[in-house]
């Protein structure tokens, strides 16, 4: 696919631009620090990106000032009474020292137990508590994967999870992959249902072209909402964006 991608500067803003064989000019912004990205056609020059964004440099600010009052956990240090997310609702940590195999154990829909030995240390029960998520993520992606490739009438090969920092989610259309941010999993369900639409319609689309709208409005017509609420949970310790 041809593309090209570089940095341009306008008005003190810098504004990231990937050129794709695209009919229309795409300009974002994006959580959490307002990055700046313009997908433009190919034919299109900076000089018409940069009169592009000038004419948005009022929207720009507003959505950069809206990110940055967006709530922020600090860092997780695994230790008794912090807050933890689950699917979106809050959850007060206990840690508890025990024999036996080293486990998470939810308790009613406020408290988290991670079962470990005594002297285990903060990153051990930080590794258990990914392990714990990413078993919780996986088993509400399956039903949602499997829904969604059979109304939207395409064939994924694999979904993988991990830790991103820069994508809640991502499509390989070639190798037919997606990928999900392990983060997904402190997130409303209805957030990563979206997650899973957005990028089972690359597999249909490949950019965020007008054709990738309607898809996305034909299948999940509240997907703004969920997109929105998604932008608006509180971002963890490190920075992720979408």
Known sequence: MNTDAHKIVVSGVTVQVVRKPIKNLHLGVYPPNGRVRVAAPLRVSDD???????????????QRARFEAQPRQSAREMVS??????FGRRYRLTVVHAPGPAKVVPRGKSALEIHVAQ????????????RWYREGLRERAQPLLLKWQKVMRVELAECG????????GSCNTDARRIWLNLELAKKPVQCLE??????????????????????????????????????????AHDTWEY
């Open 48 to 62: 018409a990106v940069r009169l592009a964004v000038v004419g948005k440099l009022g929207w720009i600010k507003r």
């Open 81 to 86: 009474g912090e807050s933890h997310y689950v």
């Open 119 to 130: 002297g285990a240390g903060s990153e051990e029960r930080f590794r258990l508590l990914l």
């Open 161 to 168: 999870i991990k830790r991103m920092k820069t994508k809640w």
């Open 194 to 235: 979206y997650l899973i639409v957005h990028e089972l319609a690359h597999l249909i689309v490949r950019h965020h072209d007008d054709r990738f709208t309607t898809l996305m409005d034909e299948h999940l017509p509240d997907w703004k909402a969920r997109r929105a609420l998604l932008n608006a949970q509180p971002l």
